[in-house]
């Protein structure tokens, strides 16, 4: 499953990944990860493992995040991974103006498992999901 979003944040794109990157700045913006625990790597680098605790609707679940690349502002992708589900998503930030920035968010899902058969009925809950989250952040971003 693909799809992709996109936002305009009334923010320079360099305050814009800065915050992005932050890890103190996810319960602004992402309020369901109950935790981040770095595993191993430089922190924010490619190849750095984080370990992510996610309030989902019915169940806490467990993530792994990995920095598959950072190339900013042009693209920062990473990986996630739980049980029956990968979703490497790729971050690009656009300047539109000085104080203007275009946040493109492309998510590649794959499904194994039980999650094959779940999938199709959920992707309209991964793609909202994926829009309050761009939301959020705008709102964080903009109202600092």
């Known amino acids: 499953m693909k799809y992709s979003n996109e936002i305009v944040i009334d923010v ?4 814009i990944i800065a915050i992005f990157e932050q890890p103190e700045n996810l319960k602004h913006w992402q309020p369901d990860i109950k935790s981040f625990t770095h595993v191993k ?3 924010g ?3 750095a493992v984080t370990r992510l605790r996610v309030d989902m ?4 679940i467990e993530m792994i995040e990995t920095i598959i690349s950072r190339n900013v502002p042009d693209a920062i992708v990473l990986k996630y991974e739980s049980d029956g589900v990968m979703n490497q998503v790729t971050n690009r930030f656009e300047v539109l103006a000085p ?9 590649h899902f ?3 498992g039980f999650m094959k058969f779940a999938a199709g009925p959920l992707k309209p809950i991964f793609r909202k999901k994926t829009h309050d989250t761009m939301q959020q952040l705008k709102k964080f971003a903009e109202n600092r």
């Open 12 to 15: 320079s794109v360099d305050e």
């Open 45 to 47: 680098q490619p190849g």
């Open 110 to 112: 794959t499904f194994s």
């Open 99 to 107: 104080n203007k920035t275009r946040w493109v968010m492309e998510n």
């Open 57 to 60: 609707v019915l169940r806490e």
């Open 41 to 43: 790597g430089e922190i």
